[in-house]
């Protein structure tokens, strides 16, 4: 998988292509900056999610639902030793009631 470019770098080309001048193609501008063009339409798509103009999961939101989902199973983790320890627990011979001690 290649290295992603740097944030700065995206950032000043999506900049640019959303200033193009009439006439300049994202193709032009993609071969400007040495990346793909498709790549270039993936990062305005991307950016007009973050910016709001079109709905969609930013970053910060995507990054929030990656860390719940990792908490969420944490938590699930947790609450299955708690029940297999309860059950053993509620299983093992323990004294007390009814016992037939002398």
Known sequence: MP?????EFRD???RVARNRGPGVTLAQIAQDFGVHEMTISKWLRAADVEDGVKPG????EAREIRELK??????????????RA????????LPGKGSTRS
């Open 3 to 7: 290295k992603p470019y740097p944030r």
């Open 12 to 14: 000043d080309v999506v």
């Open 57 to 60: 999961v930013t970053t910060d």
């Open 70 to 83: 990792r908490r969420n199973r944490l938590l699930e983790q947790e609450n299955e030793v708690l029940r």
């Open 86 to 93: 309860a059950a053993y627990l509620s299983q093992a011979q």
